[in-house]
């Protein structure tokens, strides 16, 4: 796109002031509707608008009260790591229950799965501090609440965890990243 081949407008840019709520509307469509093809999708959306055709959206599941659902915090996350008591893996669907008896979101938990690449047999350490980044901003904040969490050292100052349980969780993080050096 070269500024040099625009053609130069006399008057000021004028945006009509029904353009921000219409594209936060075709915004909101498009995230709810998730279509393969958005171009294509695009075009569907606003021929049928400008027609006064129903939209092609899907229609919004039925809402659950975000009061509804716990908030994951560092506290519920050692309650499932007490709850499994050293083991080293757990089936999705049993680790799932245990979600959602926690009451926290679905949609979190599904969201660890999938930018984990966990399958049906989760390593459960990886899935942990994967959840633990979601409420770190940076691995080195997300590696602090894991070792804050798994630190059965309280009384003597810093949480302490085994070199090599830290070194497994940071290449863990680094690998999923993808960003950051080992």
Partial sequence: LSFANMPQLDKPLVIPPELPELLKQYTQAAIRTRPPDLIQWSATYFTALQNGEPLPIKEQPERISLSDWAVL???????????????????????LDMWKAQNLPIDLFESIIIVGRLSDEIEWLKFFVLACSSLGVTIAKTLKIACEILSTERESGSPRIPFSTFQFLYTFLADVDGEVSR
């Fill in 73 to 95: 915090t560092p506290e519920l996350l050692k309650v499932l790591h007490t709850k499994l008591a050293g083991r080293l893996t757990i089936e999705t669907s049993e680790l």
